[in-house]
């Protein structure tokens, strides 16, 4: 019985790549009804003081500890008013005025993201925006509040610092169209070959 199912999919495999190749297609257009964001990208440097007789080890673990305290405030509102404020940085504040409290915490948790690269101190910080200027704006203000007053949040042990400027990607990274599109295929062949496989048994 195994068998005959089997080779009947196999006789089948046009109707299946059609419709995986159906369900990729969908997958890719819903995603792009949906706003494209890009994303830029700035690393800072988490320098913290060393200590006479502290190995580098030690010094490595306590920046990368560091890292994941700033990593867990920068969504906080307290982080948010001093992106807002500050200078020399053309936000776009309109995305985060006249809305509920908590639809603009939301919104401000998916417009900015970090994540600590582990043996090196490194802090990535990223933001996201539909306008990829905004998103290169966003992420500047963000590191530039980080190293101007990041002292609140990690003491005077720790100085920030930052090694790479703001660059922002080519493409839109939010939605992915490309994975979507790939789980669409691979979903809609699945399908396929069980129902196919259903009917033969």
């Known amino acids: ?17 059609l419709v995986g190749i159906i ?3 969908v997958s890719a257009l819903v995603t792009v009804a949906f706003p494209l964001e890009y ?5 800072v440097l988490i320098i913290s003081k060393t ?3 502290v190995d580098p080890y030690t010094v490595v673990k306590s920046a990368e500890r560091v890292g994941e305290n700033i990593a ?8 948010f008013e001093k992106v807002m404020v500050q200078p020399g940085f053309t936000l776009d504040k309109s995305y985060f005025q006249n809305i509920p409290e908590r639809t603009k915490r939301k919104r401000w948790t998916k ?4 994540s600590v690269v582990y043996g090196t101190g490194v ?15 966003l992420v500047g203000a963000a590191v530039n509040a980080l190293v101007a007053q990041g002292w609140e949040y990690v003491g005077g042990d720790v100085s ?8 922002v990607t080519r493409w839109p990274v939010r939605p992915n169209i490309l994975i979507n599109a790939l789980i669409g295929l691979i979903g809609g062949s699945l399908i396929t070959i069980f129902v196919l496989s259903k009917k033969r048994q």
């Open 1 to 17: 019985m195994f068998d005959s199912s089997s080779q009947h999919v196999e006789r089948q495999w046009k109707l299946v790549l």
């Open 23 to 25: 369900c990729a297609l």
């Open 39 to 43: 994303r830029a990208d700035a690393q």
């Open 51 to 53: 200590r006479y007789g």
């Open 72 to 79: 867990a405030i920068i969504t906080s509102n307290d982080f």
């Open 111 to 114: 417009s900015i993201d970090a």
């Open 123 to 137: 802090l990535n910080m990223s933001a996201y925006s539909t306008d990829p200027n905004q998103a290169v704006q």
């Open 160 to 167: 920030l610092k930052v090694v790479n400027a703001p660059v």
